[in-house]
């Protein structure tokens, strides 16, 4: 059984004064996640992300088409206690100290009243902000109510995670400490299911992605497999002065450096390029795939 | 599901409680009741009318000002700050929210009243010397205001789940004032004729009957309020919050939030 199961969610919205004008923020959405995984869901601003994890968590009602989280329907209450949430740019009760709203919401998340402190302590040193526990909220830094945020997720232990862009507002540190607690997630066989626009984060993190745009899935699959279907090319590098004749019309950009020149050839090409440079005599000194970044 | 209503309420309470503009509102009741001591002290023979009738119009009139301004933001004010999603991503039944909210200021109302009749009490002692008999009713009176307190509160909430706080104001204060009216509403439709008759006697069905529920000049003329009359206020007062409540609960179930 997949952990998040999204058949054909959809959804569009009526806007002008008799409401009449459509607008599609996603268009029929089909996507597993297995459990276990983490799971990066990219695209550019508009996309259709934060949609797509609004309408998992129920906060918009779907125009079409259903979702199943452990295999449960969305709006499911008894699937909710399984799941932790982190909404995208997050704002808490600002009047509450950091203690009061982790008691709170593990109260609302049903945590046992004996276990209530000891998780709101734990998670509080998880994320960094054992010194801040009594501080209202509203003397908290953006980056330090990202970790409230991310606290608040993980506190009563459930099985699947959703990050609404976790990295948003944080330093290299705490980006750091919310990668270390990603990795910590899934070796505790946690499911993670984050939108983020930080590719390196999702080519780091992510044991797949699917990416987005304009409402539309535009791929799903491993990162190496994405990047590899995108562009196939290698790196030659050999003993020479100049780009030979022979090779120019193979080669999409060559660099000259001293004694060395480096072409970069489509994979298609490859064996015709090695075969020329050996007619030629050059010592080739490496072939090298170059892989294609995420973006 | 009592207990997340119960978690949500006491929450909505420590909110109200930690707004430094509720203590505002509170001294201006407690600084009426005080003023009515002074007024009634150029009442001669009327001191105790006095006292009683500014106090409880304080209690009252600050109650509902709170319940408004407290209320027009319960819900409004969670969407705008999306203190919502992590509220309802947890196994939190939308409706549980409503109760919840409803809960916890009628319960910061209750809160407020007992301080404010405090108030009016030392007042009604200092111009007395002793407390009377009849000054029980003053209780029933209270019992009234807080009557009147919960239909306001579901109506706050009403239209705090699908209206901005400003134009909840707006509504909320107006269908207060004209319930305090509803007398002179019924009267109207009673002499109407044609489509006024029917649309003033939907009115007078629809628009919450404050001024049946206004029992302070009876109680500050020292006149008893009939049992039966207690039973069948309180009857209506609960149905009708009941029934605001639902509507509340319905247009916030389907409600997408932003």
């Known amino acids: 059984m997949s952990a998040i199961e999204i058949l054909g969610l959809e959804k569009t919205y009526s806007a002008g004064l008799w409401r009449k004008r459509q607008r599609c923020a996603l268009r029929p959405l089909h996507l597993n996640v297995e459990a276990g995984e983490v799971f990066g869901f990219l695209g550019p601003n508009g996309a259709g992300k934060t949609t797509t994890l609004k309408l998992l968590m129920g906060l918009v009602f779907p125009s079409g088409g259903s979702a199943r989280i452990l295999g449960r329907e ?7 206690a399984q799941i932790g949430f982190l909404p995208e740019q997050p704002y808490f009760y600002d009047y509450l100290t950091a203690n009061e709203l982790l008691e709170y919401y593990a109260q609302l998340s049903g945590v046992a009243t004996q276990e209530r402190r000891r998780r709101v302590i734990e998670v509080l040193g998880r994320v960094g902000l054992e010194d801040a526990a009594r501080l209202p909220l509203r003397k908290f830094s953006k980056g330090m109510l990202q970790r409230v945020g991310i606290a608040q997720a993980i506190l009563h232990d459930p099985k699947v995670l959703f990050f609404d862009e976790p990295m948003s507002g944080l330093d290299p540190i705490g980006r750091r400490q919310v990668r270390d607690i990603i990795v910590e997630l899934k070796a505790l ?63 999409s950009e060559s660099h000259l450096s001293g004694d060395l ?35 | 599901m009592s207990t997340r209503i119960v978690h949500i309420a006491s929450n909505t309470f420590r909110e109200a409680v930690r707004d430094r503009v509720l203590y505002n ?51 409004s004010k969670e969407i705008e700050k999306r ?154 007062a609960l149905l009708y919050t009941g029934m605001v409540l639902c509507g509340a609960v319905l247009i916030f179930e389907r409600r997408n939030l932003k």
Request: glycine letters at 8%; proline letters at 2%.
């Open chain 1, 74 to 80: 969305i709006h499911d209450p008894r699937m909710k």
């Open chain 1, 189 to 251: 066989g946690k499911t993670v299911f984050f939108s983020t626009h930080i590719l390196s984060d999702a080519e780091s993190l992510c044991d797949r992605v699917a990416i987005i745009d304009m409402g539309e899935l535009r791929g799903v699959g491993a990162v190496a497999d994405l990047t590899a279907t995108v562009e196939g090319k290698v790196e030659i590098i050999w003993h020479g002065s100049s780009l030979p004749a022979s090779l120019q019309a193979l080669t």
């Open chain 1, 261 to 295: 020149v480096r072409a970069v050839i489509r994979e298609a090409n490859q064996d015709a390029a090695i075969d020329a440079l050996r007619h030629l005599g050059v010592r080739i000194l490496s072939i090298t795939p170059v892989r294609t970044s995420l973006e």
């Open chain 2, 25 to 75: 509102l509170i001294a201006f009741a407690l600084l009426m009741s005080g003023a009515a001591v002074l007024v009634g002290q150029i009442s001669i023979g009327i001191e105790r009318l006095v006292v009683v009738n500014l106090g409880l119009t304080a209690v009252s009139l600050f109650g509902v000002v709170i319940a408004i301004f407290i209320g027009i933001g319960l819900v």
């Open chain 2, 83 to 236: 203190t919502l999603y992590t509220v309802l991503s947890r196994p939190v039944r939308r409706w549980e929210f409503i109760a919840g909210k409803f809960f916890g200021l009628a319960g910061t109302l209750v809160v407020n009243t007992a301080f404010m009749a405090v108030g009016v009490f030392a007042a009604l002692l200092y111009v007395s010397r002793a407390f009377h008999r009849a000054d029980a009713w003053i209780l029933v009176a209270l019992y009234f205001i807080v009557l009147q307190f919960l239909m306001i509160t579901a109506i706050a909430l009403l239209f705090s789940s699908f209206s901005s706080p400003l134009l909840s104001a707006v509504f909320a204060f107006s269908l207060f004032v004209v319930g305090s009216f509803a007398e002179d509403l019924r009267g109207f439709a009673a002499l109407a004729r044609g489509v006024s008759h029917w649309l003033a006697t939907g009115a007078v069905y629809l628009v919450p009957n404050f001024a049946s529920l206004n029992v302070i000049s009876s109680v500050a003329h020292e006149q008893p309020i009939a049992k039966q009359f207690v039973v069948s206020s309180s009857l209506y």
